[in-house]
């Protein structure tokens, strides 16, 4: 893997931590010392459920910061995904992007269980998701970045911004594009944030089409390496009976935090086509860049999950502090 030995990417990574820190570390009523006196403990509460699950499935880090990708993208960074239906309300989780994808809860339950047994009724669920979603990242060798805190639950849910907001697998880069500049994204966020597919793994559903049916023409994508394109195939099959089958998003090290998966859309072998389509027009610049400089990809992935944290979260006297995740009080 090529790797540039420049260190301005890291020197900029540690002077974005150090100005978030002069600044009082905090972005409009969120902060990082949110819970200093109410919760000391709270990272280090997280950061232990958190690992103990990652230890005992490492595919665990890419399903928690995907749960706080579909949540922040819908609502904003409310925990509104963490919602069960129930009787005249109905929650996020039967949404197509969704349903038999997003997992972790049980996850979020259990850290929601060790910190309401230490500071109980204080800490939003929102902000586990949060923290949730860093820990899963460092336990897998990845960056770390200063999470504010202090965002309230929401009384909520929107099924149909869930299925209309959340970029679908199939998306082009011109979609994508459109979905994180609406919640004020930049083309950096959306390519620093794919970096995030360097872990976990995705259904054939979810890439069956390219294989064998891309764009409806019959045919395989003309733009998948061929070697990959075989490998695939085997693993996921035209039948719907290898719908659930699991692939890794990145072939070169998936249960290690770097910028494989960079490398990977330089010789056409993204999983997803939201994946590979970033290897052309304008961002290919950035997958080139952080291909070939991994300190650069950690420090705009740091960036951008603090502008992701920071999607509409409720603040003040908004929302709610649930007692469980699942349900409003």
């Known amino acids: 893997m090529a790797k540039s030995c420049s260190s301005s990417p890291f020197q900029s990574l540690i002077i974005f931590l150090f100005l978030v820190s002069m600044c009082g570390m905090a972005f409009g009523q969120l902060s990082t010392t949110f819970y200093a006196s109410t919760c000391p403990n709270l990272v280090q509460i997280v950061s232990g459920v958190v690992r103990r699950a990652v230890a005992s499935e490492p595919r665990m880090a890419a399903s928690l910061l995907r749960l706080h990708f579909h949540d922040c993208f819908v609502q904003g960074c409310d925990a509104s995904l963490l919602l069960d239906d129930a009787s005249g309300f109905t929650g996020e989780k039967s949404a197509l992007p969704n349903q038999n994808s997003v997992r972790g809860f049980n996850v979020i339950d259990n850290i929601k269980t060790a910190v309401e047994r230490q500071c109980p009724n204080v800490v939003s669920c929102a902000d586990i998701v949060t923290l949730a979603a860093r820990e899963g990242v460092t336990a897998l060798q990845g960056p770390s970045w200063p999470v504010v805190l202090g965002r309230r639950d929401s009384t909520t849910a929107s099924l149909s911004s869930a299925n209309n907001d959340i970029p679908a697998p199939t998306s082009s880069a011109s979609q994508l594009l459109s979905k994180f500049q609406a919640k004020g994204l930049s ?125 509409s979260p409720l603040t003040g006297s908004a929302g709610e502090i649930r007692k469980s995740c699942r349900a409003r009080n």
């Open 187 to 311: 083309a950096q966020d959306l390519v620093a944030t794919s970096g995030g597919h360097t872990i976990g793994q995705a259904r054939c559903v979810t890439f069956r089409d390219r294989l064998y049916n891309f764009s409806s023409s019959g045919r395989p994508d003309p733009n998948l390496n061929a070697l990959f394109l075989s490998r695939l195939q085997q693993q996921c099959t035209q039948s719907s009976a290898s719908d659930n089958s699991l692939s890794p998003l990145d072939v070169r090290s998936a249960n290690v935090f770097d910028n494989a998966y960079f490398v990977n859309l330089q010789f056409n072998r993204g999983l997803l086509n939201s994946d590979q389509v970033l290897s052309a027009g304008s961002t290919q610049a950035l997958v080139n860049a952080y291909a070939g400089n991994n300190r650069r990809f950690f420090a705009d992935f740091a960036s951008a999950m603090v502008n992701m944290g920071n999607i």
